[in-house]
């Protein structure tokens, strides 16, 4: 893996954006962007996307989504004690998070560290150590001795918690730990396509982005539908991995290439897409894996939209998602990135057209 990917990463996975406050990736975006695209343009919740024009006066247009947001709290209650409440925004387990580090933004800007309280199990009753502590009972602590303190740190009521998950490239090279893979995973590869295509004549015109609060309901889809307008779109988004058990039948190996999810709470493939798509990756003997999950992704949101549209999802997975420790494997991205590279060429406007056929 380049240096460039991997700095790409970085930045990316470090960047503080929980669902509602996603400025700090969107402007990462747009300085990627830049340089390798026509246009600039946002809908009114935030989400970006760059738009790389066809020469073709009739061409299509197909959309590239992955999602800024990551999972994340915010401030609900400031205590006389200066301790933090937390209300969660998406989908948290809360036995992975006492005594983790977070990242609290106050409201300059200003990035501050603290830790959520946890108390030793020698001071815990046994009844108290058999029961997981729920979230509305955990409090950070950012180092302040009163309330006062806390205020005058800039954090109020509705400041934005991530956990701290730095980036490593773990001992053997093949697989990297960070926050927020799902879903930096998605604005990374789209940087990546939109410059490998950059001198790349398309027949249909490209619109590369990410979209806004996916993790709450997929909310920055169904508006960046609206304002892209695709004839066809792929999603990109950071599926769990069910491999730590060993089961070799589960869905969801890390190293075993990029993901076919053939089902999901809130999408049911287009049959002819998702057929092309594994015709093309045969074609180029690029490994894939079967996949079903009981969650959703953006494809949900823009399948539905405007008339329907034609949509695919481009996923790989990662151990932990949802924490501050996931883990994806270097060379699921790298074959989900040739993957894209080998299909997007072949996706000319009558391709598209051909394929919204299928369900007619």
């Not at 020469?55 to 933090?84: C, R, W, Y």
Request: aromatic share 6%; charged share 20%.
């Amino acid at each position: 893996m380049n240096d460039f990917t991997l700095e790409l990463m970085k930045s990316l996975t470090q960047a503080h954006g929980i669902s509602g406050d996603e400025k700090a990736v969107s402007r990462l975006l747009k300085g990627y962007y830049e340089g390798y695209c026509d246009e600039l343009v946002y809908d009114q919740l935030g989400s970006i996307f760059a738009i790389k024009r066809s020469k073709n006066p009739q061409a299509k247009t197909l959309m590239l989504a992955g999602h800024m947001d990551e999972v994340g709290f915010i401030v609900n209650a400031i205590s006389e004690n200066g301790l933090l409440g937390l209300a969660p925004i998406g989908g948290w387990w809360s036995q992975t998070l006492l005594g983790q580090r977070v990242i609290v933004k106050a409201k300059d800007g200003t990035l501050i560290k603290g830790t959520i309280a946890s108390i030793p199990p020698h001071l815990l009753t046994d009844a108290e150590r058999k029961a997981p502590m729920e979230i509305k009972n955990m409090r950070v602590d950012v180092g302040a001795t009163d309330k006062a303190g806390i205020l005058a740190m800039g954090i109020h009521m509705g400041s934005p918690v991530v956990l701290d998950g730095p980036f490593e490239v773990l001992a053997n090279g093949k697989r990297l730990l960070a926050k927020a893979w799902d879903n930096r995973y998605g604005c990374i590869l789209g940087v990546e396509l939109l410059r490998a295509l950059k001198d790349v004549d398309l027949d249909v015109h490209l619109a590369v982005g990410a979209t806004v609060q996916e993790e709450v309901g997929t909310r920055g889809a169904q508006t960046a539908t609206y304002k892209i307008k695709p004839d066809a779109a792929i999603v990109f988004d950071c599926s769990p991995a069910n491999d730590i058990s060993g089961d070799k039948d589960a869905f969801g190996h890390l190293g075993q290439g990029p993901l076919i999810r053939f089902i999901d709470a809130n999408y049911l493939p287009h049959r002819g897409f998702i057929n092309y798509y594994t015709d093309v990756l045969d074609h180029a003997k690029i490994p894939y894996q079967y996949y079903q999950s009981l969650g959703g992704t953006d494809a949900g949101a823009i399948h539905k939209s405007l008339e329907g549209v034609l949509t695919l999802t481009a996923c790989i997975c990662a151990r932990n998602i949802h924490t501050n420790s996931s883990i994806i494997d270097t060379e699921d991205y790298e074959n989900a990135k040739k993957a894209m590279l080998a299909l997007i060429p072949t996706l000319t406007s009558k391709t598209i057209a051909d394929l919204q056929i299928v369900i007619q």
